[in-house]
Structure formats: C-alpha cells, structure tokens
C-alpha cells in the first residue's frame, strides 16, 4: 500500500471520527497546520504572540479617545454612579456577558445620542441599560432571548440568529441611528461575525454610531487565549476592517484605555478598578474591571 493511500485512509477516518464526535456536540479535530483552533500546550511554550499589536494602518490618536469618553459619557456621571446598572440586570435574568463599567459606559452613549432607532445584534443586560435611559424603538436580534426580553413590550424581539436575518434592518439605520454588536466572537463558514463584517458594517450609511463588545485591542487575542477551548477571532477581523479604512472612525476603545489611562478611565467610571494582566493575559484570580467596548462611527 503507498504512502498516499495511507493518507486518504486516515482522512477518510478521522472525517468519520469528527461526524460521531457533531452527534454528541463534540468537535474532535487533529493538531494539523489546517485547523483554525491553536494548540494552547505550544501556545504556553512559545510566547513569541503574546504582544501588543502596532495597529498599523489604523488612526489611533488615544488622546482624542479620551477626549470623546469624557464629552459623551461624563456628563451623564452622576445619574450612571448611583446605582448599580448591571447588578440591576442580573437580577432581572437579563442575560449574561457583558459588564458593569461597559454598561456605564453604554448608558452615557445612548444618552448622549439619543438615537432614533437601535438594533441590536446579541440582546440582554445591554438592551435593559438602553430602556434604562428612555430608549426607544430598539430591534433585538437574539436566537437565545432570556424571559427578561421574551415579555418585555418595550422592544421588538427578533428570536433568529443574525445569518436569518433580513439584510433591510441594517439598511435602514442611517445618522444617529445606533447599532450594537454583541457577538459569538467566532470567525468561522457561515458565521455572524463573517456576516458582520463582511456584509453588515461595510455597507452602513454614514453618521452610525456603532459599538463592539469584547474588544481587546492593542493586543488582538482575548484574555484567556492561552488557556480555553473557545478561540475568539473578532478583534483580529475588527482590525483587518478599520486598516486604512477612512469610512469608520474609532471614537473610543476601552480595553486600549485600559492598558494606557486607567487612571483617567478611573476618573469617568469611580467604580472601576484595573484587572490585572501580563502582556494581554489574564492573572489568574485577578479582580477589578477589564472593559472591552469600542464605539465607532460611520463617515
């Protein structure tokens, strides 16, 4: 038998091996060159990718970051300080995965704006922040909706996943409309971050204001990337869009100002304290607040 038959036999395989492993929701895949998921045990060995990105291509100016988070979101200080928006949503069962200084953050914005319409791609503690201002007119795109958004009247709930989704929605955002994206983070065949940035953001009528959750530049892993099954590739798909890209324009990036004006943040938001990190990664057990929001805009 020849080497290549061999080969085709082991495909042929393993293939089997992955289809059993879909039935019982396991994906079991080889340690090959061809697979999109790394190998955390070379991963910890070879740290050589755990850096700051340079972000070349990009228009960062963190001073003017800085500028735009203390015009928009500080005024509305005083109303966002007094209690604690998130701890409120998590009572609620609004939903998971998002946190307590972005929510600040995002109740600032909305307020700021006021916009006419929001949609929004991943819905839960974000969209209960949004009614906590007196939004209005606030489409939800979220396939696995908490009670809080299946009974809530306030809001039009579309219960599909984003891939399923009438494209006319996105169309019809235009100047001072708001688009929130809070995705499966999972660049992959038939994705919504593929449809995300391939289909969604790129044809936005000028003046959208649009926010991103779990965000990490400069670095463009997550936190936890040296030690999880679940590899994230939206940061890096972010940051191919907005090189030399002139059309969207980055008002602030909070995981950015997290890494080089804490104090400042600190400042906007009195409840935030720093998590601490080395070189992007998460220290185990760490407290405080890592926030990874970026607000962007149309032109």
């Known amino acids: 038998m020849f080497k290549k038959d061999i080969k085709e036999i082991l495909k042929k395989l393993l293939l089997k091996i992955f289809k059993i492993g879909l039935r019982f929701k396991l994906i079991i895949l080889p340690d090959h060159y061809y697979v999109p998921v790394s190998n955390i045990l070379e991963l910890n060995k070879d740290r050589s990718w755990q850096k700051k990105s340079n972000l070349d291509g990009i228009s960062i100016n963190l001073e003017q970051q800085l500028a735009n988070m203390k015009k928009i979101?500080?005024?509305?200080?005083?109303?966002?300080?007094?209690?604690?928006?998130?701890?409120?949503a998590i009572k609620l069962n609004a939903?998971?995965?998002?946190?307590t200084i972005e929510a600040q953050a995002l109740y600032g914005v909305i307020k700021y704006y006021s916009p006419k319409k929001i949609v929004e791609i991943g819905s839960g503690v974000s969209t209960f922040i949004m009614l906590k201002t007196g939004a209005?007119?606030?489409?939800?795109?979220?396939?696995?909706?908490?009670k809080f958004l299946k009974n809530n009247t306030n809001i039009h709930l579309i219960n599909k996943k984003l891939q399923q989704c009438d494209e006319k929605i996105f169309d019809d955002l235009s100047y001072g409309?708001?688009?929130?994206?809070?995705?499966?983070?999972?660049?992959?065949?038939?994705?919504?971050?593929s449809k995300i940035y391939l289909e969604v953001i790129p044809k936005l009528k000028p003046g959208v204001i649009i926010h991103i959750h779990d965000?990490?530049?400069?670095?463009?892993?997550?936190?936890?990337?040296?030690?999880?099954?679940?590899?994230?590739?939206?940061?890096q798909m972010l940051q191919a869009l907005l090189v030399n890209n002139?059309?969207?324009?980055i008002l602030f990036c909070m995981s950015h100002l997290h890494y080089e004006n804490p104090n400042e943040l600190k400042e906007i938001f009195p409840m935030y304290e720093p998590q601490k990190d080395y070189n992007g990664i998460e220290i185990?057990?760490?407290?405080?607040?890592f926030p990874s929001s970026i607000y962007l805009i149309t032109k």
């Open 73 to 88: 979101v500080q005024p509305f200080k005083e109303e966002y300080k007094k209690g604690n928006l998130y701890n409120e």
């Open 246 to 249: 002139s059309k969207i324009e």
């Open 136 to 146: 209005k007119n606030i489409t939800c795109i979220e396939p696995y909706p908490s």
């Open 95 to 99: 939903g998971p995965g998002y946190g």
């Open 215 to 235: 965000i990490f530049f400069p670095y463009n892993f997550q936190r936890d990337a040296n030690n999880t099954m679940f590899q994230w590739l939206e940061t």
């Open 284 to 289: 185990n057990e760490s407290r405080g607040f």
């Open 177 to 193: 409309d708001f688009l929130f994206i809070d995705s499966t983070h999972s660049l992959k065949i038939g994705s919504d971050v």
